[in-house]
């Protein structure tokens, strides 16, 4: 227990104290930065108790307010520094949260608090704990979710989830994807009549079995359903419940979208897929670089398969890559000089990037796949799938949570310490580089009269 704490408190140490020097180095640097023009003023209300508020502008629910009221509200600290503070309390509270799930996932004290560490210092997600939005607190109640969700306290992890959504109405995807999960699970092990006693241990769904079981649980449910129990119907009603009332309320609401929806409409972008493959891979290259050679050898067997993806992937580039008429409007964001400076720049440079994406692809499936424990692959794949093909806007923040799931999977330690190494140093570098050019790198736009900032 001595060394967990030693680890654990020393990494804790450092990241919190490098990181509130930076947060008070954005501060001084620039009082409004980017979407908190429509955030910050909700965050004083709310904080204010003033409920009655809003700005049509916001496309999120008030997750993000209601937990400033009850954290600041009652003190009074309702200024940009304090409001700014909350994205910097979860960051440290995620640091925590995410030493939890390592702890299930990773050997040795040393390897769970670097992880832990180097997970939070995830450059675009480590930007986001200085300023007044929504994905850090997201973020937060998810990763929550997922550990109540694991050690079965359903109750308690769909009140979680609601809060979740009550942040980000796409966290609902997340609420889905391991409730789900759970009652796949279950019903698997009332069919195969392998229900776990112990409770903390919960059934895997064997791929071997998979046709059959699911050819029985739509036959002939009753044989199924009739083996179920009280207690597996009251923690997949937690989730039902939170799953409703979502549905209800995207009835009532007239979509997902809270507010400026006609620029956040639905729609089928399939390349969300693809960039976010590439996300994964640019975040975690050093896990990536080792299946190289393994994909090669994947390819080298699989020729037909690999010449019908490019072609797949070609059509999919050609005919169905969206560009949002933010990305090239607001040069405030990392991802406009991508665009205007490749993707848009050159024709040929989105297609020469289909082997990267399959690569990359390959990389995350291989990772995601257990073929002793079908259930979360299929879940997650659907639903992140879902989730990213109906977003029309090309934005970084909405890759974090699934990148951070699916980072949680790698095995990435043991005998290999130099991927976490690698990782740590390729994201120190890149957030001085990029806080670097915060710093020093200033826009004017003619409606505004303060300088502008690049940020992710």
Known sequence: MANINIFLVLTFG???????????????????????????????????????????????????????????????????????????????MNFILLYMLFSS????????????????????????????????????????FIILNERRCHYYASIAGAISILCRQTNVIFVAIFGGEYVLRELYGFWSKKVKTNSDKPNHIMVKDIKLFITDLLTTPGRVLKKTTIDFWLNASCYIAVLIFFLVFCLLNGGIVVGDKNAHSVSINIPQIFYFSLFCLVFAWPYFLGEVFNFFKFARCNKLLIVGLIAIFGSIVHFNTIVHPYLLADNRHFIFYVWSRFYGKYWWFRYALIPIYIFSLYVIIKTLWNKNDFSFFFMFVVGVSALLISQSLLELRYFLVPYVIIRLKMKNLGKKRIHLCLEFFFYLVVNILTYNIFFKKTLYWSDIPYPQRIIW
Do not use: M, Q
């Open 105 to 144: 996932r990773v050997e040795g004290n040393w390897e769970k608090a670097c992880s832990s560490l180097v997970l939070n210092l995830l450059p675009p997600l480590h930007f986001l704990s200085n300023i007044y939005y929504t994905d850090v607190v997201s973020l937060s109640s998810i990763l929550l």
């Open 14 to 92: 450092i990241y919190a104290g490098i990181s509130k020097i930076l947060f008070d180095n954005v501060y001084k640097t620039s009082n409004l930065v980017v979407d908190e023009e429509f955030h910050l003023p909700l965050g004083e209300k709310y904080c204010h108790f003033n409920f009655k508020h809003w700005d049509p502008k916001v496309t999120t629910l008030p997750g993000l307010y209601l937990v400033t009221s009850i954290i600041l509200g009652p003190f009074g600290l309702c200024s940009i520094y304090w409001l700014r503070t909350i994205s910097f309390i979860f960051s440290c």
